[in-house]
C-alpha cells in the first residue's frame, strides 16, 4: 500500500483479533513516531508501550473513551518532555505529528489503531502521571490502541471544494 492509499483508508479502529503483535512491529511504530518533524528538530516525546491487562484496566477507571482497550493487544502512550523544549509550546505539535505517524505506520503495516486523547484533559493528565510515576516535566499526551482488525478500512471522501481556497478566503 502507497503512502497515499494509507492517508486515505486509515481510520480509526476500537474492535481488534486475538493476534498478537511482534516486538519488532512495535519497534517499527516507534521509529515511524521519532521521524516526526519537530519544532526546531527537539524531539522531546518520550514513549511507554503497555500490554499489561491490569495497568490499561486502570487507564479505563479514569479515561471516559478508554473502554474498548481491553481489547486492544497494545498501547503507547505518547509523552512530551517539557525540559527538551527549545521552543515554548511546540511540545504538542510535535506529540501530535509523533502521533500521527504512528497511526498512519500502523495501517500501513496492517493494524488497526485508535487515537485517545489525553492533553489538554487535567484530569487525564494527572491520573496517568500518577499511574506511570511521571517526573513533573513529562506530559502525557495521547494514547494509542493497537492490534490486528477484521474491520475494513476504506477511502471516505472527506473533501470539501468549497473550503479550499487560493491566495485569498
Known amino acids: 500500500m502507497d503512502a497515499i492509499d494509507v492517508i486515505l483508508t486509515r481510520r480509526s479502529v476500537r474492535k481488534y483479533t486475538d493476534e498478537g503483535i511482534a516486538d519488532e512491529t512495535i519497534k517499527k511504530l516507534i521509529e515511524a513516531g521519532v521521524s516526526a518533524p519537530s519544532a526546531g528538530n527537539q524531539q522531546l516525546w518520550h514513549f511507554i508501550v503497555l500490554d499489561d491487562k491490569d495497568t490499561i484496566s486502570k487507564i479505563q ?53 485508535c487515537w485517545l486523547g489525553v492533553y489538554p484533559r487535567e484530569d487525564r493528565i494527572e491520573n496517568l502521571k500518577k499511574l506511570f510515576d511521571l517526573p513533573e516535566n513529562v506530559i502525557p499526551f495521547s494514547l494509542i490502541s493497537l492490534g490486528y482488525t477484521s474491520e475494513k478500512q476504506e477511502k471516505v471522501d472527506r473533501y470539501k471544494k468549497e473550503r479550499i481556497h487560493y491566495n485569498k478566503w
Open 61 to 113: 477507571s479514569f479515561h471516559p473513551n478508554a473502554k474498548f482497550l481491553k481489547e486492544a493487544k497494545k498501547v503507547i502512550l505518547v509523552c512530551g518532555d517539557l525540559n527538551l523544549e527549545k521552543f515554548k509550546n511546540y511540545w504538542t505539535l510535535d506529540c501530535s505529528a509523533a502521533t500521527q505517524n504512528i497511526l498512519l505506520a500502523a495501517r500501513a503495516l496492517g493494524l488497526g489503531s
